[in-house]
């Protein structure tokens, strides 16, 4: 019972986190329209359309997939400083950590 908590738990955190990074783009309808709201929107959904590729490899690589959400999560800490990350970078290492568990869970 608990392998499966962990297993649908971390796929479903990294999809919800994937939703809530994407929500961050929608700010781009109130500064543009047109046609030049399509690069503006694409800058904006790079971190989303990253965790799409490092959750996609995580559902069939589990510890490949940690590894990468935690080294995002840290690279983004990196890049933005301390102070202003942990709303970001905490759900993205506990996701790691989560796979991680579902990586020894695995295993046995």
């Not at 999809?15 to 800058?43: C, K, M, Y």
């Not at 490949?64 to 990196?78: D, E, K, S, T, Y």
């Amino acid at each position: 019972m608990f392998k499966k908590i962990i297993f649908y738990l971390s796929r479903i955190l990294s999809i919800s986190l994937i939703i809530f990074l994407s929500l961050f783009a929608l700010d781009v309808f109130n500064e543009f329209s047109g046609f030049g709201i399509i690069l503006p929107l694409i800058i904006h959904l790079t971190p989303s359309i990253a965790l799409v590729f490092v959750t996609l490899i995580a559902f069939e690589y589990p510890l490949i997939g940690a590894i990468l959400f935690i080294l995002l999560g840290l690279g983004f800490v990196l890049l933005v400083g301390l102070s202003s990350c942990a709303i970001i970078t905490v759900p993205m290492v506990f996701v790691g950590i989560l796979f991680i568990i579902n990586y020894i869970l695995r295993k046995k």
